[in-house]
């Protein structure tokens, strides 16, 4: 019989996606398939690939493709919901830590990809009445990523990376933030005065009101000049 | 004018070295970013380079409805690379919404070459430029093909005003899967149509010849790419390498081969009379 192309398009995914017998040229779309969607969910979570193993990665990265079919003809998207099926896998039970280390991964791969983004313009501050700083209001980059976890992810992120050898305490809970500086993804743990300061500005706080919740000068002084320099302040926004 | 494929692994060796090359391709997809270094290195080498945009993930056969979304990505990409050739695939990779991230085939029918000549031609306004289509490896052959494939691949080109990428090694290994003669294949192709040629390796899997791109390019589709330069002139050449990348040099090496035989005086007096 035969069939009009969309339901002939129907029928074929339907068969690259199942999992019977089938003829040796589909077998070649089935692997060609599978090994793309491993490979992009390798890229993107190495560090959980390599907490779990090879062949547990596969199959979890199997099961996730099954669970959430890729939506998007960029490979580069698919995967944003490996965090939220790795914490209801049962058998990743064993690594209570093992979602928010692929949250944090995610993070790094959006941070990536994110708009480039404007640096503070120092020069134009220094030109605006000092009265007016309290009303100023700051963008975070566009890179900027800030995970929380009961977990030392970015512990455990930095001991599996190429080289170290995945030694890591990992009930320590920790604040992450991810940001780009020079064209890479950077990472570093934040106190609970900076996790706070990054989250008013975010909510998009003015400067005064981000500072009325510390209190100590000096130090917010420091840190918003850390944030600045950094690259993790971006343009000011009034 | 031979070019390779830009591969992340070669982004430092190749602004170290700088080799002499007439393009560099890229697939588009992998520069889709809003901003990061991947895209600032594309802009980096964009200087030095001339390049050609590839896209993997239109799903240019699909039923579905053309994803504008995508289509605007690579709009937006192109206007900020201005390459020297875009081009796609002529095959489909999505149905119903759901992605299968590679490249399906077609069944060979009147249907199919209605639906994406309306499709290409879509994309090309959409551009404002013409666009590359290319002929893909296949391992799977519908009972619904009403005609040959290089007829096919012809009348989509022809019909739509594109011209043709051709995949030199997916002929050869098309020609191997589905008994058929690759010569014959490149003689029912109008020798004006095509644009671009791409070489390749491929993989022998289960009696089936598999275009992984993760090999040298074999002799058989060395003189096959040597039959294609006398019938198409002296086409802009592509050396893909996407798995199992290996270093620079090896490429190199690849590329130059192809370049020696762009050379020959008799193809480019082929290309003078093109």
Request: glycine share 8%; proline share 5%.
């Amino acid at each position: 019989m035969s069939r009009a192309l969309a339901p002939l398009q129907r029928d074929f995914l339907a068969g690259v996606e199942g999992d019977g017998p089938c003829a040796p040229g589909l077998e070649v779309y089935r692997r060609g398939v599978l090994e793309n969607r491993i490979g992009a969910l390798g890229a993107a979570y190495p560090v959980v690939r390599r907490l779990v193993g090879e062949s547990f990665f596969r199959e979890a990265a199997a099961r996730y493709a099954r669970a959430h079919p890729s939506i998007s003809g960029d490979l580069n998207e698919f995967g944003d919901r490996m965090a939220a099926f790795l914490a209801a896998y049962p058998h990743a039970a064993a690594l209570p830590y093992l979602a928010d280390v692929a949250r944090l991964e995610w993070a790094v791969h959006e941070s990536l990809r994110a708009e480039d983004g404007v640096p503070v313009d120092f020069a134009g501050l220094a030109g605006r009445d000092p009265d007016h700083y309290a009303a100023l209001r700051f963008a975070l980059a566009p890179s900027v990523r800030c995970i929380a976890s009961l977990h030392a992810i970015h512990a455990l992120w930095c001991a599996n990376q190429p080289g170290r050898d995945g030694t890591a305490c990992h009930d320590v809970p920790e604040r992450v933030l991810v940001w780009r500086r020079a064209g890479a993804v950077e990472m570093r743990v934040l106190d609970a005065g900076e996790w706070e300061f990054l989250d008013a500005v975010a909510r998009g706080e003015t400067l005064g009101a981000c500072h009325e919740h510390f209190g100590d000068d000096l130090r917010f002084a420091g840190m918003l000049a850390r944030h600045a320099l950094d690259g993790v302040l971006g343009a000011v926004a009034e | 004018m031979v070019g390779i494929g830009l591969r992340a692994p070669h982004y430092a060796p190749l602004a170290h070295s700088r080799p002499p090359l007439g393009f560099l391709e890229v697939h588009s997809e992998n520069y889709f970013a809003a901003g990061g270094p991947a895209l600032a290195w594309l802009e980096r080498f964009r200087r030095d380079y001339e390049l050609s945009l590839h896209g993997v993930g239109l799903s240019l056969g699909s039923s579905d409805p053309l994803d504008e979304r995508h289509l605007a990505k690579l709009a937006a990409l192109v206007e900020r690379t201005q390459p020297m050739l875009v081009s796609e695939h002529l095959c489909w990779s999505s149905i119903g919404g759901r992605h299968a991230n590679d490249l399906l085939p077609l069944p060979f029918t009147e249907e199919a070459i209605g639906h994406v000549v309306a499709r290409v031609q879509r994309v090309q306004e959409r551009l404002a430029r013409a666009i590359l289509v290319e002929n893909v490896s296949s391992y799977h052959a519908f009972a619904e093909s009403t005609l040959p494939e290089e007829r096919f691949v012809a009348e989509v080109v022809r019909r739509a005003g594109c011209r043709l990428l051709l995949d030199v090694n997916n002929v050869y290994v098309n020609a191997r899967n589905h008994g058929f003669d690759p010569s014959a294949y490149l003689e029912a192709l109008d020798p004006a149509s095509v644009g671009e040629i791409h070489l390749g390796g491929h993989t022998q899997c289960d009696g089936m010849l598999v275009d992984t791109h993760g090999a040298p390019v074999c002799e058989a589709v060395w003189s096959l790419y040597e039959e294609a330069l006398r019938r198409f002139g002296r086409q802009p050449t592509l050396v893909e390498w996407d798995t199992d990348i290996p270093a620079l040099d090896v490429l190199l090496g690849e590329a130059e081969r192809a370049r020696a035989m762009q050379m020959v005086p008799a193809h480019q007096a082929m290309e003078a009379t093109a």
